[in-house]
């Protein structure tokens, strides 16, 4: 990654809050990091360098399936893309791939929700850096 690596601007993230340690044991407490809720859902901050993914030159396009989703799904769907805007975990694109957005059932009832990446991967230049 770091030999196609385009430079960008460095923003300097805010503070975050001190995790909640009640219920940890005493002897993890200096690991306090690990138990932060907000440190988890938020994306590190932007390093002197942003990676780029190539694609091979003149591959064609694919074109994302749209996976038939349940009324349930679907309320989970707009939940999860909600709290992941709300987050910055993603944000709104203007790309034109796409790709498939369905459901797998964990052991518990609830869903986990996966993006099917394949066709892109397809004609993605693989980096064999180092």
């Known amino acids: 990654c770091l030999g196609s690596a ?7 993230a805010p503070a975050l809050p001190p995790p909640d340690l009640t219920g940890v044991p005493e002897e993890y407490h200096d690991l306090q990091q690990v138990f932060s809720k ?9 390093r002197s360098f942003d990676c780029a993914i190539d694609l091979f030159p003149g591959a ?23 709290e992941s805007l709300a987050a910055g975990i993603i944000r709104p694109s203007t790309s034109p791939l796409g790709a498939g957005f369905f ?26 850096y180092p």
């Open 6 to 12: 385009r430079t960008r601007s460095i923003l300097k």
């Open 38 to 46: 907000d440190k988890a859902c938020s994306l590190p901050p932007h």
């Open 60 to 82: 064609p396009l694919p074109s994302s399936r749209l996976y038939n989703i349940s009324k349930p799904e679907r309320q989970c769907m707009e939940k999860y893309i909600s």
């Open 103 to 128: 459901f797998v059932s964990k052991k518990d009832g609830t869903l986990r929700p996966c993006i099917d990446y394949r066709e892109l991967n397809k004609i993605t230049v693989r980096n064999k």
